[in-house]
């Protein structure tokens, strides 16, 4: 990598791999015991789709509406500032740890969010045009719409590729810190918008 | 890191799947009153042809690493094919029928094909030949 040491905005472009002392440590791009734990998820939740009993449902909608939005929130704001402040090894080993995580739980979490939130409102009736705060509803679509086109044509695109090119014999740093940044920027945005949907949520709750 | 002009896959790819996500939302926002198809339609069509557009250009691109690509898209599109079914499954379990299913199933399968393109191009791109 070119960035000189000293030189400004060295600190933000620290090489992550190229360091002759760095060890890239043995990672699973996708763990296997997330795999199985997700899949165990899915069969749960068509379970409670099917069965459309309130509790199970409100489970899914709840817990994974709270996983998602804590995540969003504490990757896009805490982790990710830290990240970019931390060593080059550990961030190397941060994100060998981190990211294959991520893989697996943002998919499944975001599938239980909204295929549970979604049977609740068929349900009790909140998805109906009729129901009085439906403009909350929609402007809840849009904001979930927006949010799931960032993540899957930015966030877990980076992700991926990460992990791929640190699996390489030779990774290279400027690729690793180009999809990083925008992994970390996308998550604030993310983290950001949650807080829409925070508001939206909890004002559908009240009423 | 690679220099090669590339087509903008990813630029395309989201503008693709804002237009079924807006054909979702506007279908969504009626339930459960008939509405009229014409407009999610349209959107579809358009993210339909931005999707083979996408595909067309990824072809002609010389050189491309379609070993890492393929390596990459044939497991996201696993992953994305059972994320569309439980979509798809909620959808049939609360009996959505007619043109409103066609459309809502044919946009899932923009999403299920589209997204692993995208992470398989993401991938590929920075892949050294």
Same mark, same amino acid.
């Given at each position: 990598?070119?960035?000189?040491?000293?030189?400004?905005?060295?600190?933000?472009?620290?090489?992550?791999?190229?360091?002759?002392?760095?060890?890239?440590?043995?990672?699973?791009?996708?763990?296997?015991?997330?795999?199985?734990?997700?899949?165990?998820?899915?069969?749960?939740?068509?379970?409670?789709?099917?069965?459309?009993?309130?509790?199970?449902?409100?489970?899914?909608?709840?817990?994974?509406?709270?996983?998602?939005?804590?995540?969003?929130?504490?990757?896009?704001?805490?982790?990710?500032?830290?990240?970019?402040?931390?060593?080059?090894?550990?961030?190397?080993?941060?994100?060998?740890?981190?990211?294959?995580?991520?893989?697996?739980?943002?998919?499944?979490?975001?599938?239980?969010?909204?295929?549970?939130?979604?049977?609740?409102?068929?349900?009790?009736?909140?998805?109906?045009?009729?129901?009085?705060?439906?403009?909350?509803?929609?402007?809840?679509?849009?904001?979930?719409?927006?949010?799931?086109?960032?993540?899957?044509?930015?966030?877990?695109?980076?992700?991926?590729?990460?992990?791929?090119?640190?699996?390489?014999?030779?990774?290279?740093?400027?690729?690793?810190?180009?999809?990083?940044?925008?992994?970390?920027?996308?998550?604030?945005?993310?983290?950001?918008?949650?807080?829409?949907?925070?508001?939206?949520?909890?004002?559908?709750?009240?009423? | 890191?690679?220099?090669?002009?590339?087509?903008?896959?990813?630029?395309?790819?989201?503008?693709?799947?804002?237009?079924?996500?807006?054909?979702?939302?506007?279908?969504?926002?009626?339930?459960?009153?008939?509405?009229?198809?014409?407009?999610?339609?349209?959107?579809?069509?358009?993210?339909?042809?931005?999707?083979?557009?996408?595909?067309?250009?990824? !072809?002609? *691109?010389?050189?491309?690493?379609?070993?890492?690509? $393929? %390596? &990459?898209?044939?497991?996201? @599109?696993?992953?994305? #094919? /059972?994320?569309?079914?439980?979509?798809?499954?909620?959808?049939?379990?609360?009996?959505?029928?007619?043109? !409103?299913? *066609?459309?809502?199933?044919?946009?899932?399968?923009? $999403? %299920? &094909?589209?997204?692993?393109? @995208?992470?398989?191009? #993401? /991938?590929?791109?920075?892949?050294?030949?």
């Amino acid at each position: 990598m070119s960035v000189q040491e000293g030189a400004p905005g060295a600190e933000a472009d620290v090489a992550l791999a190229p360091h002759p002392s760095i060890q890239v440590p043995e990672f699973r791009i996708v763990p296997r015991a997330g795999i199985v734990a997700a899949a165990l998820v899915v069969v749960l939740l068509v379970i409670a789709i099917a069965a459309n009993s309130r509790w199970p449902l409100d489970f899914f909608h709840v817990a994974g509406g709270a996983a998602w939005t804590i995540v969003d929130l504490f990757l896009g704001l805490v982790l990710g500032p830290i990240l970019g402040s931390l060593s080059p090894q550990a961030r190397v080993e941060m994100t060998t740890k981190l990211m294959p995580k991520m893989v697996v739980i943002m998919p499944i979490v975001v599938t239980m969010t909204l295929a549970a939130g979604w049977q609740l409102g068929i349900k009790d009736g909140t998805l109906l045009s009729s129901y009085p705060h439906h403009s909350w509803v929609v402007a809840s679509f849009i904001v979930v719409g927006v949010m799931s086109i960032l993540a899957l044509g930015l966030l877990e695109p980076a992700n991926i590729a990460v992990l791929i090119e640190l699996k390489k014999p030779r990774p290279s740093p400027q690729v690793i810190e180009q999809l990083m940044k925008r992994f970390i920027y996308c998550a604030a945005i993310l983290g950001l918008m949650q807080v829409a949907t925070l508001v939206i949520m909890t004002k559908l709750a009240s009423s | 890191m690679s220099d090669r002009r590339l087509p903008p896959v990813t630029e395309v790819a989201m503008a693709s799947l804002a237009l079924i996500v807006a054909g979702g939302v506007y279908l969504s926002a009626h339930l459960p009153q008939h509405v009229p198809l014409a407009p999610a339609i349209v959107l579809l069509a358009l993210s339909v042809l931005l999707m083979f557009g996408n595909l067309a250009s990824l !072809a002609r *691109v010389r050189g491309f690493a379609w070993e890492r690509f $393929f %390596a &990459v898209a044939k497991w996201s @599109l696993l992953a994305y #094919t /059972v994320i569309a079914g439980m979509i798809e499954y909620a959808f049939l379990q609360n009996h959505l029928h007619g043109g !409103a299913l *066609v459309v809502l199933t044919l946009s899932l399968v923009v $999403f %299920a &094909v589209h997204v692993p393109t @995208l992470v398989g191009f #993401t /991938v590929a791109r920075y892949e050294q030949k």
